[in-house]
Every structure is written in structure tokens, then in C-alpha cells.
């Protein structure tokens, strides 16, 4: 399955907009154009001041069957005040991007559910029936299993990984394509069914498989790429069309050769479309340029959101293995590679610069584990959602991460089974299974440099952080190193298991 999500999401208002009320409806009409020439199915998800709106409302008076309308769950003053709570945004901003009072882990759990009741009450009075997807940068975990249990919600979306982005950070989350959410966090898939919430959620912008994670790290010099004589790069690693990424065709023909034709494990998955409040910048022939070369993409379809997340729960009843690998940079061709794993229990990246190859990023997924939201409000400006680290080299003092030695040669991706990717180079491999993480005729050294609290105990490798409990052991042998210590295969390979 390869499928697009052509998803934009609208604002009434927005108060850093000079004019914004005119420049953001106006850029949602274009918008919306754009979807009915080229004939696909779309979604758009409205705010609940857009809602309301008379102008939004005849816009989307003619849509037919190709077009979803859904809820963008950001907070604005008229769904505060409809529930009867004050509003606490600066004077003069009726949509603050503030996590108080902007988003709903800013609110009790009852105040949650009484905010998405109105939410749902208002679309059906305007619509005739509940809508089927619910997205926002950030959702917690109440909001969603409200939205699942009581409206029988088909998708759920939130915002790519990021650190110190806007209002939020989202740490060590399931990549890309999409996961049932844990009962106590949703930003960690629940390994079991009784703890999942019946809503699949999707991961918005498109992020860039290599340079999203740490950004500037992998470019060339290790700095700011120039696109052309002395213009630096701009903006975030997505596909956003507002962005560098997102702006120039070949990038872009990049990004659908990792999502699409590159290994998958069955599913590959990604969303096209901008918010309205960019609107004071011309990004519709950036997201022309786009839908021209997704429509010339074979055997990928786009479909509404509602329409993928059903499709979804009917072929996979638990969280599956997915994958996304880029086998080229779209800023340094083969000299750097990257191959994403998730599954229901972790996520890892295994990434090739030059002659190093190391797994740069691995956290563990507990369904146990609460957001830190589940049953308080939020009461700083910002938000945090993460996972356990056991490899993080963007926030712990080692960034070299599990270092495979000796290992030489380009990688190559393929699919064991339908669980399992193998990445193979001329003189070792490793393979990701949802239940281990298995590494042949190499040795890897691992430095002890993560957030958390960590030591070795025989052959295991134990992590403490923020109260978590974990650890990883070594089906193989284990030597200890100053500061780390050392994997070593018994008969040509080792495994690595979690608890």
C-alpha cells in the first residue's frame, strides 16, 4: 500500500499575519481549488473559529465525495468561551500557538472532553454527521481516547519529530506512517490490544529521513547546504512547500523515492499540503509542482484521511513493522544513507556517513509509561512528548551512537518478512524484528552518553530516565570499555533484546 494524504489545515486567524482573517481564507480557497482541478481526494481539517465561520462554510458548501472536512484541534477563544472557560491567550491574540492556552493538554482531562464535545456538537449541527479525523500538532492522550471511545474517530494526526519547534518537542516517536497509541501516552504505541486506543495515529509534514533528526549534522561541511551561489538553506527538513525541501523538484523527487521506492515492509506512507496561515507567502505553485510528480508516481494513491485510517484497521488490527529508507541523500548522493524501523515495541535508525555506519537513534516503547499529561493540565507555554532512550545523539553527550566497527561498504536494504528489514553491507548486516534486533559478523561499540542514567550489569545494559526502568542485553558477548562497552558476535552474530 502507498498512500498520500493530501491534508490542509485551517485557521480563521492568525495575529503574527498582518490582515490575517483576509490572507489565511484566501489562501485556503486557493487551496481548495487546487484540489478540485486536480481531481483527488483531499481532506481539510477546520479550527473551530474557521468552523464557524459563515465564509468557510459556503467555500465548502460544494464539496463532493473526494473532499473530507475533519476538525483541527488547536484551541481559539470562541471554542473556549462556548464551553464556558475563561480565555487565556495575550490580549488581542484570539488563537494563541502558546501550548496554554493553545492546545489540549493545556486543559484538565474533564475540560478536554468537554471542548472536543462542542467541537463535534457544532460540525454535526453544521454537517449532518461527526466528522472522521481529528489532527493537531500535538494531541494528548485523553483528547484521543475520548475522540476514539465516544465518535468512533477513523485517524488521528499530529506533528512530525522535532526538538524545541514552536510550542513543542516530540522525542523518539514512531517515524513516519502510522501506530495505535498507547491508553497512557500517545506518543507511544501500545503493544497490546487491550491497551490500545482504536485510532490509528498519523504523523504529519513529510520529515526528511536523514537530515530531520539532527538536521545540519550530515550536510555538506557539516553546516548549511547552498542551494544555489550564495543562498543558504531555508527552513525545516519536510515537505512543507513554504521550506527549502519542499521548493525544489529534485528534492522533492527524492523524498517520494524514499517513501515509495525504496523498502517499505507494505506500507509507505506520506502527507502533502500547508497550513492556511502561511499564507502571506506564495507556496501553491510549490505545492503544484508537488501533486504534478505525485500523480506520476506509480501504484500510489491519494486518499482522504478518513478513508486511510479505516483502511488501516481493517489490514492491521495491532501496530505494524514499517519502514522508510532513503539509500541516497538529495544533498550528498550514496555518500550518506538512512534506514528507519518501527514497530510496536521500538524505533531505530541505522545510518551510513561515508565509512562509518552506526544506529544513531534507538527508544523504547512501553504502553505502561504515562504522558506526563494524562492526568494534569500542562501549565508551562510549551509541551513535551517523548519516548526511552537507549540511543540519542541529539540530546545526551555521546553523538556517535552504536558504532558498527570494521563495517565497509554501501547499504542495501531488503525485507526478510513482513516484520523484518535486513541492512546488509559488504561485510556485515543487522536485521530489525519487532522482538529483537539481531547484528552478524561485526562488533558495534556503544559509548554511555544518553539523557538518562546508565550502566552495565554482565551483558546487559541498564537505563534509568525519569522514573522508566529498562535495559538491553546482549544474546552474544559483552566487554566493558571506559565509558561504554562492546557487543561481540558468538558463531557470527549477536542479538539485542529489550525489557
Request: aromatic share 14%.
Amino acid at each position: 500500500m502507498k498512500i498520500i494524504n493530501m491534508m490542509n489545515f485551517v485557521r480563521e486567524v492568525d495575529p503574527r499575519v498582518k490582515n490575517s482573517e483576509q490572507v489565511l481564507y484566501n489562501t485556503t480557497c486557493a487551496e481548495y481549488k487546487l484540489c478540485k482541478e486536480y481531481g483527488i481526494e483531499n481532506t481539510f481539517l477546520l479550527q473551530y473559529d474557521a468552523l464557524i465561520d459563515p465564509r468557510y462554510i459556503n467555500l465548502f458548501s460544494d464539496a463532493d465525495d473526494k473532499t473530507e472536512l475533519g476538525i483541527w484541534l488547536e484551541i481559539a477563544q470562541p471554542l473556549v468561551e462556548a464551553v464556558g472557560l475563561p480565555w487565556r491567550g495575550r490580549l488581542g491574540w484570539a488563537w494563541d500557538w502558546h501550548v496554554v492556552p493553545g492546545f489540549s493538554m493545556g486543559y484538565e482531562p474533564d475540560q478536554r472532553k468537554a471542548i472536543i464535545d462542542e467541537c463535534m456538537r457544532k460540525f454535526k449541527e453544521l454537517y449532518g454527521c461527526y466528522p472522521k479525523t481529528v489532527g493537531s500538532w500535538l494531541l494528548d492522550t485523553v483528547t484521543a481516547a475520548h475522540l476514539a471511545d465516544k465518535y468512533h474517530i477513523s485517524a488521528l494526526a499530529i506533528c512530525r519529530d522535532q526538538i524545541n519547534t514552536d510550542a513543542y518537542t516530540l522525542v523518539g516517536g514512531y517515524f513516519n506512517q502510522a501506530y495505535y497509541p498507547s491508553r497512557k501516552n500517545i506518543f507511544t504505541p501500545a503493544q497490546t490490544k487491550t491497551m490500545q486506543i482504536d485510532a490509528p495515529v498519523f504523523r504529519l509534514l513529510g520529515p526528511d529521513p536523514i537530515h530531520n533528526y539532527d538536521n545540519e549534522r550530515h550536510l555538506y561541511g557539516k553546516c548549511n547546504r547552498f542551494l544555489n551561489d550564495g543562498e543558504k538553506y531555508p527552513g525545516c527538513y519536510t515537505m512543507e512547500p513554504v521550506w527549502g525541501c519542499g521548493a525544489q523538484p529534485g528534492i522533492i523527487d527524492w523524498f517520494f523515492d524514499s517513501y515509495f521506492a525504496e523498502e517499505s515492509l507494505g506500507f509507505a506512507y506520506t502527507q502533502l499540503g500547508q497550513e492556511n496561515a502561511f499564507g502571506s507567502v506564495d507556496f501553491i505553485p510549490n505545492l503544484r509542482m508537488q501533486l504534478d510528480k505525485a500523480l506520476q508516481l506509480k501504484d500510489v494513491r491519494f486518499m482522504k484521511m478518513c478513508d486511510t485510517g479505516e483502511m488501516f484497521k481493517r489490514v492491521y488490527p495491532l501496530t505494524p513493522a514499517t519502514a522508510v529508507c532513503a539509500m541516497r541523500d538529495w544533498n550528498r548522493g550514496d555518500e550518506v544513507q538512512s534506514a528507519y524501523y518501527d514497530c510496536a515495541y521500538y524505533t531505530a535508525n541505522l545510518l551510513r556517513d561515508e565509512d562509518d555506519i552506526t544506529l544513531r537513534a534507538l527508544y523504547l516503547f512501553d504502553e505502561k509509561v504515562p504522558e506526563r499529561y494524562l492526568d494534569k493540565a500542562c501549565e508551562t507555554w510549551d509541551a513535551e512528548y517523548e519516548n526511552l532512550p537507549v540511543i540519542d545523539t541529539i540530546r545526551g553527550k555521546d553523538t556517535s551512537g552504536l558504532v558498527f566497527k570494521r563495517a565497509v561498504g554501501k547499504l542495501r536494504t531488503s525485507r526478510k518478512d513482513n516484520d523484518t528489514l535486513c541492512v546488509s553491507w559488504d561485510n556485515g548486516s543487522v536485521e530489525f524484528a519487532p522482538n529483537c534486533i539481531r547484528v552478524y559478523t561485526t562488533e558495534c561499540e556503544l559509548k554511555f552518553g544518553g539523557p538518562g542514567e546508565t550502566e552495565l550489569i554482565e551483558n546487559s545494559v541498564r537505563y534509568e530516565y525519569k522514573g522508566a526502568r529498562y535495559c538491553m542485553t546482549c544474546m552474544g558477548e559483552t566487554q566493558s570499555i571506559p565509558g561504554g562497552c562492546v557487543f561481540k558476535p558468538v558463531d557470527g552474530s549477536f542479538s539485542l533484546i529489550f525489557s
